[in-house]
Structure formats: structure tokens, C-alpha cells
């Protein structure tokens, strides 16, 4: 497989360097490669996503050394979290019910959400990869969709960070509505491009209480937000959404 990927972006004139396995066990190996953390790294992103639809592998950034060695040791330790199982669980969820669910945690933990500013959703006009490190990895899933990488790096589950499965669902969702791909994943944030922002002031409503119930906001007025889609303050192509360990976990209770 590494080498049909390097030889077909090759045919396509995408020079990479060499596809290498990052991450992961034999039933959910994640292949890739570093590359220097610039816009061409974004650039390349959008190049790969575009043969998507052939390849059948959905590219995402994935951060740096450390977020790679933390991935890949996670996965060894969870390796009997089937993924098929995580994504099949986000097919058949009721995301009404969650939701309403979710309200009235959030309402009654509603001290806990607004006591660590390092959990939120900020809006953005530009990508990111976690921390600003100079090199960062290049992941590939199997998948043509990005809405089911969750499931394939188990991420959340802890810390009232939604399950994989949950994140999932939701991420279809927003695919069908906003277009919205996955860029990047690393240890404590999922950065997602916004194609076709809310256009009037009730989808930018519903957008913005539903994904401040997926992950409550920043208490720090000064910093966008996504409510700020309501507001019509921006209309940025990113939302980059953040938990606090969002991995510690040992098994999901959601």
C-alpha cells in the first residue's frame, strides 16, 4: 500500500517524501510521512484530499513526534476498541437525544465547563496543527469521508470529550450541512475546514449551539468564537476545537 500511494501521487506530479507507518497495530495502521509545518503543508493537504475519491485514503495532519508517539502508544493500549464497531455505533446514534442530554449536563456542570479556558471552540482564518512545532506528520485513514477518522484514533471519551462514535455523527452532520472536512488531529484538538459557511442567521444559530453543547466555549470574550457565526463578527474557514485530555481514559462510559 505505501508503495502504490507514493507511486500514484508521484504520477500525479505530488512529490512526498516516503510513506512510512506512523502509527497503530495491523488492524488500524496509520501511514504517512513528516513534513515541514508552512503553508505548503496545507497546500499539499488540499492536493491529497482531491484524490480522495481514488486513492480511498483521507489525508490528515496529525502534529508532531511527541502527538505521533502518544497516537501510536494509545492505540497499542486500546487495541481491542474495534473501529468498525465505533463507526457503526455513530450510524445508528440519535444525535436529538444526545444533544438534549448534553444541554443538561452542560447546564448542571455548567462550573466546570467555564473553569479551564484551555477547553473551547475558536474560530480562525488560518489552519492549525496543535503546537508550532517545524515539522509535523502527514496521516492517511481509509476512508473517503473524513467525519469517521475519530473512530480510527479513538479520540475522546474522557474528560466530558465526547466518545469517537459521537464525534463521528456529528462531524457527518456538519459534512452534510457546511461541508466541513477534518484537517487536523492531535493530542488535545480537532481542527476542522468550514466549505460552505452558514449563509443566513438560523443556520448560523444552529450551528453555533450545537457545537458549543459538542464542546463548550472559551469564557475569554477577547478570543472568536463560534458563537461569533451567530453574530456574523466572522466568517472563518476554520474552527479549531479544543479539550482538556481529552485521551485519559481507560474505558468510555458514553
Given at each position: 500500500?505505501?508503495?502504490?500511494?507514493?507511486?500514484?501521487?508521484?504520477?500525479?506530479?505530488?512529490?512526498?517524501?516516503?510513506?512510512?507507518?506512523?502509527?497503530?497495530?495491523?488492524?488500524?495502521?496509520?501511514?504517512?510521512?513528516?513534513?515541514?509545518?508552512?503553508?505548503?503543508?496545507?497546500?499539499?493537504?488540499?492536493?491529497?484530499?482531491?484524490?480522495?475519491?481514488?486513492?480511498?485514503?483521507?489525508?490528515?495532519?496529525?502534529?508532531?513526534?511527541?502527538n505521533?508517539?502518544?497516537?501510536?502508544?494509545?492505540?497499542?493500549?486500546?487495541?481491542?476498541?474495534?473501529?468498525?464497531?465505533?463507526?457503526?455505533?455513530?450510524?445508528?446514534?440519535?444525535?436529538g437525544?444526545?444533544?438534549?442530554?448534553?444541554?443538561?449536563?452542560?447546564?448542571?456542570?455548567?462550573?466546570?465547563?467555564?473553569?479551564?479556558p484551555?477547553?473551547?471552540?475558536?474560530?480562525?482564518?488560518?489552519?492549525?496543527?496543535g503546537?508550532?512545532?517545524s515539522?509535523?506528520?502527514?496521516?492517511?485513514?481509509?476512508?473517503?469521508?473524513?467525519?469517521?477518522?475519530?473512530?480510527?484514533?479513538?479520540?475522546?471519551?474522557?474528560?466530558?470529550?465526547?466518545?469517537?462514535?459521537?464525534?463521528?455523527?456529528?462531524?457527518?452532520?456538519?459534512?452534510?450541512?457546511?461541508?466541513?472536512?477534518?484537517?487536523?488531529?492531535?493530542?488535545?484538538?480537532?481542527?476542522?475546514?468550514?466549505?460552505?459557511?452558514?449563509?443566513?442567521?438560523?443556520?448560523?444559530?444552529?450551528?453555533?449551539?450545537?457545537?458549543?453543547?459538542?464542546?463548550?466555549?472559551?469564557?475569554?470574550d477577547?478570543?472568536?468564537?463560534?458563537?461569533?457565526?451567530?453574530?456574523?463578527?466572522?466568517?472563518?474557514?476554520?474552527?479549531v476545537?479544543?479539550?482538556?485530555y481529552?485521551?485519559?481514559?481507560?474505558?468510555?462510559?458514553?
Open positions: 500500500m505505501e508503495k502504490l500511494l507514493g507511486e500514484y501521487f508521484q504520477s500525479k506530479n505530488i512529490q512526498t517524501p516516503p510513506i512510512v507507518k506512523l502509527a497503530g497495530h495491523s488492524n488500524n495502521k496509520i501511514l504517512g510521512f513528516p513534513v515541514n509545518h508552512t503553508e505548503d503543508a496545507y497546500v499539499l493537504w488540499e492536493q491529497l484530499c482531491e484524490l480522495t475519491y481514488i486513492t480511498g485514503m483521507w489525508p490528515v495532519l496529525l502534529g508532531d513526534e511527541e505521533i508517539r502518544h497516537l501510536d502508544k494509545f492505540l497499542a493500549y486500546f487495541s481491542m476498541i474495534d473501529v468498525k464497531n465505533e463507526i457503526q455505533k455513530s450510524r445508528s446514534i440519535d444525535l437525544v444526545w444533544t438534549a442530554k448534553r444541554a443538561l449536563r452542560v447546564i448542571r456542570d455548567s462550573f466546570f465547563y467555564n473553569s479551564d484551555k477547553q473551547g471552540v475558536v474560530v480562525s482564518d488560518l489552519p492549525s496543527i503546537n508550532q512545532s515539522i509535523v506528520h502527514l496521516g492517511f485513514f481509509p476512508v473517503k469521508e473524513s467525519f469517521n477518522i475519530p473512530a480510527h484514533v479513538l479520540f475522546g471519551g474522557s474528560n466530558d470529550c465526547p466518545s469517537p462514535h459521537v464525534h463521528c455523527a456529528l462531524l457527518k452532520r456538519w459534512k452534510r450541512i457546511f461541508d466541513a472536512d477534518v484537517l487536523s488531529i492531535t493530542q488535545e484538538e480537532i481542527c476542522i475546514k468550514i466549505n460552505s459557511p452558514p449563509l443566513n442567521k438560523r443556520s448560523a444559530q444552529n450551528l453555533s449551539e450545537e457545537i458549543s453543547l459538542y464542546c463548550p466555549d472559551y469564557p475569554d477577547n478570543i472568536p468564537k463560534v458563537t461569533d457565526y451567530f453574530t456574523g463578527i466572522t466568517y472563518a474557514q476554520y474552527l476545537i479544543r479539550w482538556v481529552p485521551w485519559d481514559r481507560v474505558i468510555d462510559p458514553e
